[in-house]
């Protein structure tokens, strides 16, 4: 069964740091870019990030632009988000989602196919 | 940045019926070196993550039911359901893939009259 599953979520201090990992699993992990998108409580989607399957390059969203940074490690068919500086703000769902790679041909004209499959989320709090 | 807009924010259906929602973008959606425009739909039902609908602004992802298509090109786009189903319910989300960051638009909300 093709698998994305987010852990390492939970309740820490403004200005603490906290490390999301997302195990992939059920398909060629190294195949497929990957995304961060997070959900505020009530809120509606935000994308964060974007990182290649090679590892570079990785693209972020102005709001987290030098207090995150995501990695991937294809071996161990994980992907992560380390946060630093962490805020109020951040207090949200954070799901990872995968995207085919089509860098290396193989793909329709379109060279893409959407993120077609997320995790179930992790759960971050900040708060004092 | 890419700034995306949908309306309405919140739409009442009727099962059996159709519904129809709209996604703006900021600027053209069309890639220069295609003919694609890179919007997609996700849906978000309650409780759920958001799930795939429609990517390249009108080709459906794997297992998603004809009765959902989607159209436009350049700046406007939409979302249309031929006969609403009571497992429709949730809110869609258009995104566009053109260029990093990518953004979302604020949703729209379906929900059974």
């Known amino acids: 069964e093709v698998q994305l599953v987010e852990s390492g979520g939970g309740l820490v201090h403004p200005g603490g740091s906290l490390r999301l990992s997302c195990a992939a699993s059920?398909?060629?992990?190294?195949?497929?870019?990957m995304n961060w998108v997070r959900q505020a409580p009530g809120k509606g989607l935000e994308w964060l990030s974007y990182?290649?399957?090679?590892?570079?390059?990785?693209y972020y969203a102005d709001s987290v632009k030098g207090r995150f940074t995501v990695s991937r490690d294809n071996a161990k068919n994980s992907l992560y988000l380390q946060m630093n500086s962490l805020r109020a703000e951040d207090t949200a769902v954070y799901y990872c989602?995968?995207?085919?790679?089509?860098?290396?041909?193989?793909?329709?004209?379109?060279?893409?196919?959407?993120?077609?499959?997320w995790g179930q989320g992790t759960t971050v709090t900040v708060s004092s | 940045d890419i700034v995306m807009t949908q309306s309405p924010l919140s739409l009442p259906v009727t099962p059996g019926e159709p519904a129809s929602m709209s996604c703006r973008s900021s600027q053209s959606l069309l890639h220069d070196n295609n003919e694609y425009n890179y919007l997609d739909w996700y849906v978000q039902k309650p409780g759920q993550s958001p799930q795939l609908l429609i990517y390249l602004g009108s080709t459906r992802a794997s297992g998603v039911p004809d009765r959902f298509s989607g159209s436009g090109s350049g700046t406007d786009f939409t979302l249309k359901i031929s006969r609403v189903e009571a497992e429709d319910v949730g809110v869609y989300y258009c995104m566009q893939a053109l260029e990093a960051p990518r953004t979302f638009g604020p949703g729209t909300k379906v929900d059974i009259k």
């Open positions: 990182i290649t399957s090679r590892g570079s390059p990785i």
């Open positions: 059920g398909f060629t992990f190294s195949s497929y870019e």
């Open positions: 989602a995968r995207e085919r790679d089509c860098s290396g041909g193989g793909c329709s004209s379109g060279n893409y196919y959407g993120l077609d499959v």
